[in-house]
C-alpha cells in the first residue's frame, strides 16, 4: 500500500507560481508512473500531467503545457509539480497518483491517490 502526502499548496494571483510536492512512503517509488490529478469545484476530475518510473517521458494535457512542469526525485521519493503564470481556471484541489500502469496518456489510470492540496488563483 502506498501513501501519499501532497504539500505546497495555496493562494497565489494570476500569474504567479506554486510548487507543488508529493511524498510518497510504503512501497518502491521508482516501480510507479507518478501523476497529477484535479478536480475544481463542480467538475470532475481531472488528469493533468504524469511522469515514467525514471522520469525519462513525460506527458501534459494541453491547457498547461509550457506552463507546468512536473518531475520526480527517486532518491527522496518526491514528485513535484512546479506551475508558472497560473490562471484563474487551475484552481482546484490537485491530488498526486501513482500507478503501475506505463501508458503515459490522459488515460493512464492510478492504483493510488492523495488527499490532495488546495490550489487557489485569484485575479
Known amino acids: 500500500q502506498v501513501q501519499l502526502v501532497e504539500s505546497g499548496g495555496g493562494l497565489v494571483q494570476a500569474g504567479g507560481s506554486l510548487r507543488l510536492s508529493c511524498a510518497a512512503s510504503?512501497?518502491?517509488?521508482?516501480?510507479?508512473?507518478m501523476g497529477w490529478f484535479r478536480q475544481a469545484p463542480g467538475k470532475e476530475h481531472e488528469f493533468v500531467a504524469v511522469?515514467?518510473?525514471?522520469?525519462?517521458?513525460?506527458y501534459y494535457i494541453d491547457s498547461v503545457k509550457g506552463r507546468f512542469t512536473i518531475s520526480r526525485d527517486n532518491a527522496k521519493n518526491t514528485v513535484y509539480l512546479q506551475m508558472n503564470t497560473l490562471q484563474t481556471e487551475d484552481t482546484a484541489v490537485y491530488h498526486c497518483?501513482?500507478?503501475?500502469?506505463?501508458?503515459?496518456?490522459?488515460?493512464?489510470?492510478?492504483?493510488?491517490r492523495g488527499q490532495g492540496t488546495q490550489v487557489t488563483v485569484s485575479s
Open positions: 497518483a501513482a500507478g503501475f500502469s506505463q501508458a503515459l496518456g490522459p488515460l493512464w489510470e492510478s492504483d493510488y
Open positions: 510504503g512501497g518502491v517509488f521508482s516501480n510507479y508512473a
Open positions: 511522469i515514467s518510473r525514471r522520469g525519462y517521458t513525460t
